[in-house]
């Protein structure tokens, strides 16, 4: 009961995480400049993400440019883009695959299936969270350092917006969900799972002996 009701944690889990990786690749504000200037009413925020750059103003007007070229991005991008979607597709297989070796769910086969189908899903799930964190780590490292560099107007300066909290959030969560499902599948001795038992095998010296020997006793 105790193990079923880890596992159901663990899904709310990757369920959350899921939801937050893909909410964070969609999102526009991965860096966030806000140029205030002299006058409140001619303040510009600037933001940018994975596919598209948006600026708008106090006064309303609102507008994005799409990101078309893939080699005219920093490599940093270039990195996020994939690695993002990476995450997402890793998730939702890790899921539906740990979805199946969950002990509350009457799929999956036989005890021991459902425990690799557990223990698959889980190695989903945390390649999921790594492939999340790099990019919100990456962008957080890169706006830091941009930010501390003088020789940098403070124009073209940015901070780190509110996908990047986001992706980093879902990626811990995807983690530890699949630490959850990979621990939950272990028994008490891991030998006896990935080894099978050996058979003992008795030699034919031996039972000849013993044939003899028994023959013997009624002569």
Known sequence: MALAGLQLLALVLGL????????ATVLPN???????????????AQVQGLWMDCVWDSTGMFSCTLKYSLLALPTHVQVARAAMVLAC???TLGICIATVGMKCIRLGGDKDTKMQASFGGGVCLMSAGIS???????????????F?????????KHEPGGAVYIGFISAMLLFISGMIFCTSCIK????????????????????????????????
């Not at 991965?30 to 510009?44: E, F, L, Y």
């Not at 030998?191 to 002569?219: C, R």
């Open 89 to 91: 597709v890793l998730s």
């Open 148 to 156: 501390q560099d003088l020789t940098i107007p403070e124009s073209n």
């Open 30 to 44: 991965w860096k966030v400049n806000v140029d205030v200037g002299s006058n409140i009413i001619t303040a510009v």
């Open 132 to 146: 999340g964190l790099i990019p919100a780590v990456w962008y957080t490292k890169e706006s830091i350092a941009t």
């Open 188 to 219: 008490k001795s891991p030998e006896a799972w990935f080894y099978p038992p050996k058979q003992k095998h008795i030699s034919t010296a031996k039972l000849e002996g013993n044939s003899a020997y028994n023959m013997k006793d009624y002569v």
């Open 16 to 23: 959350c995480g899921v939801s937050g990786v893909l909410v």
